[in-house]
């Protein structure tokens, strides 16, 4: 990982001197290599998910870690779509000219080598390679144990368009080894990694939190809520709330707890049950809720904690809109939450003190995500609020710094 490190950080003058115009044909190159190496990519990926079945994978991870010809076309297509978007470096920010004759830009730069940490998404590969070259950027890959023969391939066919444009491939890095070691390495190497990028469970994020020496941009962890207020339109709540538990189960925008306003719990409980189960989702409530549905198991302290990331759902019933902005700021992990209301009060209630990255009014948190935010491609979800926050696009894989320009100005006080 140090060579790698290096090497990335020596090829970056010359990718940053690029015209923007280059990087986004190399980038559209690499959406063509994607699509014209899908069959050599499969195969390594179903190497990936072979084993993954043997060691016990759960069906929501597999998921996130399957590739199919419609994955990959996707992946592809996320490339060209962010090689479309404004190249943002040198994009002047402000600027003023002072009374002095300075005049002061504040213009977008490259952040520098950026190394992703990340987990069970082949996919990811994609994205972070193509976000942060088009933002100027160097990138070193570590994906986890379970896709390395995924990823592997993946950033094998991206270099194939780097080369082909005479460019250095080594501001593309994957790091082969999956020894733990490699992680811990590449956490403190400060003079190479200008930043780092966790994305997965909770346990990788705070791996990297609690370690890190090179400064780190917090993601990935959804323990996201709906609360379904006493004015809502219920078949609209089972339809959200379905979407945003059944259609991806094991990503970071999927509803984990489900809040429901105890004057509507009697009418409202049962639908969702029926249309939850329906779907193979099973469910825990507390005690007021396992009152109305009896079939359920009781949810206990850890339930209201837990990104199960797969068909599980917790469900509370709350006097009132206060009682589940108080689970919400005690229990969620400042990702998306989503109240489902015809109250415009409680509705901007809820906007105003919910603190998270992304806050919704009659809509599934699963839209928290780059492409669906109009912003390409996002190579992960901020859960922080310095510097970046919620998906992250182009313009969060910069910096800025001050060009000052003067006709022999100097300072006399």
Not at 50 to 59: F, Y
Not at 195 to 220: C, D, F, H, K, Y
Not at 314 to 329: C, G, N, Q
Not at 341 to 370: H, P
Request: with cysteine.
């Amino acid at each position: 990982v140090i060579n790698k490190s290096k090497l990335a950080s020596r090829s970056i003058r010359e990718w940053q001197q690029l015209d923007g115009s280059i990087r986004t044909k190399v980038i559209q190159a690499m959406a063509d290599k994607l699509e014209d190496n899908a069959a050599k990519i499969l195969a390594a990926n179903q190497l990936d998910t072979e084993l993954a079945v043997t060691n016990g994978i759960s069906k929501a991870l597999l998921d996130r870690l399957t590739l199919t010809h419609q994955r990959i076309a996707g992946m592809a297509q996320g490339l060209r779509d962010v090689s479309k978007l404004p190249d943002p470096i040198g994009q002047v920010i402000t600027g003023v000219l002072l009374p002095n004759g300075l005049k002061i830009e504040k213009v977008r730069v490259p952040i520098g080598v950026i190394g992703m940490i990340y987990e069970a998404r082949p996919n990811v590969t994609a994205d972070a390679a193509g976000l942060c070259l088009k933002a100027g950027n160097a990138v070193i890959l570590r994906g986890g144990s379970e896709a390395i023969n995924s990823n592997c391939i993946i950033v094998q066919v991206l270099r194939e368009a780097l080369v082909e444009h005479e460019l250095s491939p080594e501001i593309l890095q994957v790091i082969e080894n999956t020894d733990r070691k490699e992680v811990q390495q590449m956490m403190r190497l400060n003079q190479y990694i200008d930043v780092i990028i966790p994305r997965g469970g909770t346990g990788l994020i705070e791996m990297v939190l609690q370690n890190s020496t090179v400064a780190v941009i917090e993601t990935g962890v959804g323990n996201c809520h709906i609360y379904v207020d006493e004015t809502a339109d219920l078949q609209s709540a089972v339809e959200i709330i379905k979407n945003a538990k059944v259609q991806r189960p094991g990503v970071c925008n999927a509803v984990e707890t489900v809040l429901v306003n105890q004057t509507i719990a009697q009418s409202f409980l049962p639908r969702l049950y029926q249309a939850l189960t329906a779907e193979g989702v099973t469910i825990r409530g507390c005690k007021l809720t396992k009152s109305i549905i009896k079939e359920i198991d009781l949810a206990d302290e850890d339930d209201w904690k837990t990104e199960y990331l797969d068909l599980i759902l917790a469900v509370k019933t709350v006097s009132t809109t206060a009682e589940a902005l108080e689970h919400i700021d005690r229990y969620g992990s400042k990702h998306s939450e989503a109240i489902i209301t015809e109250s415009y009060q409680n509705a901007q209630e809820f906007l105003k003190n919910v603190d998270a990255a992304a806050v919704y009014v009659n809509a599934s948190t699963r839209f928290t995500d780059g492409a669906q935010f109009g912003m390409g491609a996002e190579i992960g979800i901020s859960t922080q609020k310095l510097h970046a926050r919620g998906p992250m696009g182009l313009n969060e894989l910069t910096t800025f710094k001050y060009m000052v320009y003067g006709s022999g100005n100097i300072r006399i006080e």
